[in-house]
T-cell receptor
Framework: DAGVTQSPTHLIKTRGQQVTLRCSPK?????VSWYQQALGQGPQFIFQ???????QRGNFPDRFSGHQFPNYSSELNVNALLLGDSALYLC???????????????FGAGTRLSVL | AQKITQTQPGMFVQEKEAVTLDCTYD???????LFWYKQPSSGEMIFLIY??????QNATEGRYSLNFQKARKSANLVISASQLGDSAMYFC??????????????FGKGTLLTVNP
């Protein structure tokens, strides 16, 4: 049973460029969330996709956008890259467990983005 | 808004001993979930254990147990019989079980655990 897979593992870009990160959820999961983890910090929630729509969003600018495909895989796009966008980008997939409990999110190994 | 506080930047423990990692949280919501994740140097966040705010018993998963004290708003992780492979960063996280935000995990800053042989 494959877990959450992300590609690429590492990426180097320059300021002003655009980047696309990809995520395939764990088998049987239909929801994907994206997080940004700066060095030495805990992950910060970017947004969550379900049924090909953005359902929840954290405090990130519109330069951060995403997409979910019919097979539940997802992309994170970042436009006009800034030096401060350098971070580990984590994708998490989840399975709904019922209204009283939030879903358990399972993470991939992340994409490490460096902006020069 | 919810907040997670982990006051121990680093902890050391001898192999085969038990260790407690501290976590306190702040929310005015009555329905929430608390998580612990392990992050080795490879970067992947590994789910360890979950505690719901309505659960009356402390959660346990193998060598991991969560000491949930609701009145004190604490959710400490206890690792029994530490192993060298337990050396990693550990994050406490929370979600609110409301429909609008129940996928947004809020993380603490983490505790770096080092297990000594």
């Amino acid at each position: 049973d494959a877990g959450v897979t992300q590609s690429p593992t590492h990426l180097i870009k320059t300021r002003g460029q655009q980047v696309t990160l990809r995520c395939s959820p764990k088998s049987g999961h239909d929801t994907v969330s994206w997080y940004q983890q700066a060095l030495g910090q805990g992950p910060q929630f970017i947004f969550q996709y379900y049924e090909e729509e953005e359902r929840q969003r954290g405090n990130f600018p519109d330069r951060f956008s995403g997409h979910q495909f019919p097979n539940y895989s997802s992309e994170l796009n970042v436009n006009a890259l800034l030096l401060g966008d350098s971070a580990l980008y984590l994708c998490a997939s989840s399975l709904w467990r019922g209204p009283r409990w939030g879903p358990i999110q399972y993470f991939g190994a992340g994409t490490r983005l460096s902006v020069l | 808004a919810q907040k997670i506080t982990q006051t121990q930047p680093g902890m050391f423990v001898q192999e085969k001993e038990a260790v407690t990692l501290d976590c306190t949280y702040d929310t005015s919501d009555q329905s929430y979930g608390l998580f612990w994740y392990k992050q080795p140097s490879s970067g992947e966040m590994i789910f360890l254990i979950y505690q719901g705010s309505y659960d009356e018993q402390n959660a346990t998963e193998g060598r991991y147990s969560l000491n949930f004290q609701k009145a004190r708003k604490s959710a400490n992780l206890v690792i029994s019989a530490s192993q060298l492979g337990d050396s990693a960063m550990y994050f406490c996280a929370m979600i609110l079980n409301s429909g609008g935000s129940n996928y947004k995990l809020t993380f603490g800053k983490g505790t770096l655990l080092t297990v000594n042989p």
